[in-house]
């Protein structure tokens, strides 16, 4: 029985794997875009302040927020790493 448990899971393990390489790749590119975005979003926020517009200003901050790297990008972040975390403890469980 549990032989048949590691061979179901040798796809898993490596389906994990490969996406959490490809996410990690494409997470650490956007996260160099939106680091750029979220400079260019606050320069517009300030503008938005001195304009004498502080309800769009607060919206575009929040916006800032978001985008930057403390905002969605970790959370991504946090999302590939338990991705991996998946896959390595599938391959542990594969080699026991």
């Known amino acids: 029985m549990r ?6 899971a040798v796809p898993f393990a490596l389906a994990f794997s ?48 978001l985008v930057s790297p403390v905002g969605i990008p970790a959370l991504a972040g946090l999302l590939v790493k338990g991705l991996g975390s998946a896959g390595g403890t599938l391959r542990a469980f594969i080699f026991s």
Not at 3 to 8: A, D, G, M, R
Not at 28 to 49: C, E
């Open 18 to 65: 490969i996406a959490a390489v490809l996410l990690s790749f494409i997470l650490s590119v956007s996260d160099k875009i939106f680091g750029v975005a979220s400079g260019l979003v606050s320069i517009v926020a300030v503008i938005l302040f001195i304009s004498g517009q502080a309800a769009g200003g607060i919206a575009f901050l929040v916006v800032t927020f």
């Open 3 to 8: 032989l048949i448990l590691k061979l179901f």
